[in-house]
């Protein structure tokens, strides 16, 4: 330790790439994942969905009263998002200023050009597996980068090693039927 700071970076990106979140409807044409986390959220949905009623309705009108009713707001959520495509739910959305986006694949997520910038998906040499590409380290750290220095490991790759580091003898493994990959 040298008891320096260093710049931390991330973005919020990276992190939903590395861990998803809210809620996914179907829209006409794909998904979309809505956060609608707080009261003037939740009636942003209902004024984008052309359904302000909603926001009135006693079953719905606070979250507690949503959650007690989660089945059937759901339901009711669902066939809304259905009506229309994805990208009109997000622009109706963004309008309101509650969080939407679309649910991509995997093949357009690590095609995506911030991604690929962000260094989120990283080829990596592999001498069994041809183009393998790993998710890259959501945390940019600016004095200690971290970086994927080598591919993972086949299965039972290191089993021998792992084994003499735990103090067996090299006729115990060999007892022990471990072989190499």
């Avoid at 009263?65 to 622009?91: S, T």
């Avoid at 590409?133 to 959501?138: E, I, S």
């Amino acid at each position: 330790m040298t008891g320096e700071g260093q710049q931390v970076q991330t973005s919020l990106l990276e992190a939903q790439v590395a861990m998803p979140s809210y809620q996914a409807f179907r829209a006409r044409d794909g998904w979309v994942v809505v956060g609608a986390f707080t009261e003037r959220m939740w009636q942003g949905v209902c004024r984008a969905l052309d359904r302000p009623y909603l926001a009135e309705d006693p079953r719905f009108r606070t979250n507690h009263d949503r959650l007690a009713h989660r089945a059937e707001i759901l339901g009711l959520l669902e066939r809304c998002f259905a009506e229309e495509p994805a990208a009109h739910w997000i622009a109706r959305m963004a309008a309101e200023s509650v969080p939407c986006a679309p649910v991509h694949t995997v093949g357009k997520v690590v095609a995506d050009a911030q991604v690929r910038a962000r260094d989120m998906v990283v080829d990596v040499p592999h001498g069994a597996v041809e183009g393998l590409r790993l998710a890259g380290l959501p945390i940019k750290l600016g004095a200690t980068p971290g970086a994927i220095r080598r591919p993972p490991p086949l299965l039972g790759q290191h089993t021998e090693e792992v084994l003499r580091e735990l103090g067996l003898r090299p006729e115990e493994i060999a007892a022990a039927g471990v072989a190499h990959p």
